[in-house]
């Protein structure tokens, strides 16, 4: 079964940088899919951070493209976001999840499967000082 | 603001059914397949339908999905207590290169 489960610290300052990692078990990140961050405010919906894929494809959430970034560490099987200058807004339970299709031949514009299929439980980061 | 639009709220009576509506465009729904996610509360999101209309295994039946042209609809037959939780539609956009979400709706069973 695969499992995935984040950790990192539950608060941050503003202006600072937000560090996540998802550890992967049960599954190799190097085997074909792609692994992805969400996050969801308090009371909110969901809002897809970015994903990468084992060989250097990564796509960012345009809105969030300038302060992100997503790494896979294939010697731990983990991979990790970091997000730079912080605000309140940031504050979110923020979740890493694997996608399995290729985001890739979709943004080319091939009709492919692509869904997020297993998540972890989930951390909540709240930035404050 | 998102790019699918969900009615923020259902409700229906046990055993009744229910429909749950996303709309789109053609650069998301209109040509890439749509799955949906149940929320519990205090949980993670859970894969309900992927490619418009398959279930993963251990999902019941009673969850099914459809696509027709740039709208995507959940539909829950049989409803039952456990069943009030947030659903959420999400889809790949290729105008944004990004994947989205819609806004969530709250199912609640009267």
């Known amino acids: 079964q695969v499992q995935l489960q984040e950790s990192g610290p539950g608060l941050v300052k503003p202006s600072e940088t937000l560090s996540l990692t998802c550890a992967v078990s049960?599954?190799?990140?190097?085997?074909?899919?792609?692994w992805g961050w969400i996050r969801q405010p308090p009371g909110k919906g969901l809002e897809w951070i970015g994903s990468?894929?084992?060989?250097?494809?990564?796509y960012y959430n345009p809105s969030l493209k300038s302060r992100v970034t997503i790494s896979l560490d294939t010697s731990k099987n983990q991979f990790s976001l970091t997000l730079s200058s912080v605000t309140a807004a940031d504050t979110a339970v923020y979740y890493c999840?694997?996608?399995?299709?290729?985001?890739?031949?979709?943004?080319?514009?091939?009709?492919?499967?692509?869904?997020?299929?297993?998540w972890g439980r989930g951390t909540l980061v709240t930035v404050s000082s | 603001q998102s790019v699918l639009t969900q009615p923020p709220s259902v409700s229906a009576a046990p055993g009744q059914k229910v429909t749950i509506s996303c709309s789109g465009s053609?650069?998301?729904?209109?040509?890439?397949?749509v799955s949906w996610f149940q929320q519990l509360p205090g949980t993670a999101p859970k894969l309900l339908i992927y490619?418009?209309?398959k279930r993963p295994s251990g999902i019941p039946d009673r969850f099914s999905g459809s696509k027709s042209g740039t709208s995507a609809t959940l539909d829950i037959t049989g409803l039952q207590t456990g069943d009030e939780a947030d659903y959420y539609c999400?889809?790949?956009?290729?105008?944004?290169?990004?994947?989205?979400f819609g806004g969530g709706t709250k199912l609640t069973v009267l």
């Open positions: 053609s650069s998301n729904i209109g040509n890439n397949y």
């Open positions: 999840a694997r996608l399995v299709g290729h985001l890739d031949w979709v943004f080319s514009g091939v009709v492919a499967t692509t869904y997020f299929d297993f």
């Open positions: 990468s894929y084992h060989g250097g494809i990564t």
């Open positions: 490619d418009n209309n």
């Open positions: 999400g889809t790949c956009d290729n105008s944004l290169s990004a994947v989205v």
């Open positions: 049960g599954y190799s990140i190097t085997s074909g899919c792609f």
